[in-house]
């Protein structure tokens, strides 16, 4: 029973730890890669970012993430956030620069270009503002 309960505990950690490693390299990532640079270029300096990756097929991404996109930008206004939204299916090279993997994905950009944060599927308009404030 203890050996169970043991290495029911390791597995968690060694999940939450690859997810940690698994979340930090998608971020590095999208900030080195040429699809990175294309995009990162397009956001106002000083102005902290979401990048909303989704797609048409994706209804979580229409009826549950934009909405809340667009709650945190009534919320935070047009000097709080920009949120930049791309269509996965239109641009699979942006997409696969920045690594994502399952739609919708959400990466927080700080004020100084640099992504900080990865969601994978729906997020919160809270969560995404705590995100926001941790960046800057």
Known sequence: MIERIGITVLLIVVGFGA???GTRWQT???SRSDAGDELLSTLRPGVPAVIY???EMCAPCKTVQKPAL??????LGPDGVQV???N???RPDLANGWGVLGLPTTFIVDST???RHVNHGVTRASQLKH???SVN
């Open 70 to 75: 667009v709650e945190l930008e009534r919320d």
């Open 84 to 86: 930049v939204a791309v």
């Open 28 to 30: 590095r990532r999208a």
């Open 19 to 21: 997810y940690a490693v």
């Open 88 to 90: 996965a299916m239109d």
């Open 53 to 55: 990756f989704w797609s």
């Open 113 to 115: 270009g640099q992504p």
């Open 131 to 133: 995100q926001l404030e």
